[in-house]
């Protein structure tokens, strides 16, 4: 999804951030330590001292700003094609085309002696969601009895389902 994309560029700007201010400290640290000159005039400077606070002030609002934009992308809510909602129970989860003349469905775990080769176990149900393709999708999440989380990690979603509470995302697959 485009939201996915945008968090993996994210990640790996902040990974570059992270990885130069490593290499730059650990080199700090090497050229320190094995280093038998030392100069005092270092140790006592200002500007030095101005440096090394307002350059990490600098990195952490580059960080910050790429950080906030994915964050308002996330919580847009455009006109949904239509809405799904789903249920978390204490096994399974039910799902509720609100749109289509209230269709709803359980999605139930299959047990390791119902699967295929190749499928994946703790992961496989009897009855997986629909979703369409390019289409706005309203998913309101809940829960009826304790915390549960939904997720689709390639859509770059997840929500808690609360019990009492009833949370919204907004996904294009």
Do not use: C
């Amino acid at each position: 999804s485009p939201i996915m994309e945008e968090l993996i560029t994210f990640h790996d700007h902040a990974f570059m951030a992270m990885s130069l201010i490593s290499f730059l400290v650990l080199y700090a640290l090497l050229s320190t330590l094995t280093t038998k000159l030392t100069n005092t005039n270092i140790t006592d400077a200002q500007e030095m001292e101005t440096i090394w606070t307002i350059l990490p002030a600098i990195i952490l609002i580059l960080i910050a700003l790429p950080s906030l934009r994915i964050l308002y992308l996330t919580d847009e809510v455009n006109d949904p094609s239509f809405t799904i909602k789903s249920i978390g129970h204490q096994w399974y989860w039910t799902y509720e085309y609100t749109d289509y003349g209230g269709l709803i469905f359980n999605s139930y775990m299959l047990p390791p002696l119902f699967l295929n080769p190749g499928d994946l176990r703790l992961l496989e149900v009897d009855n997986r969601v629909v979703l369409p393709i390019e289409a706005p999708v309203r998913m309101m999440i809940t829960s009826q009895d304790v915390l549960h989380s939904w997720t689709i990690p390639t859509l770059g979603l997840k929500t808690d389902a609360v019990p009492g509470r009833l949370n919204q995302t907004v996904f294009t697959a």
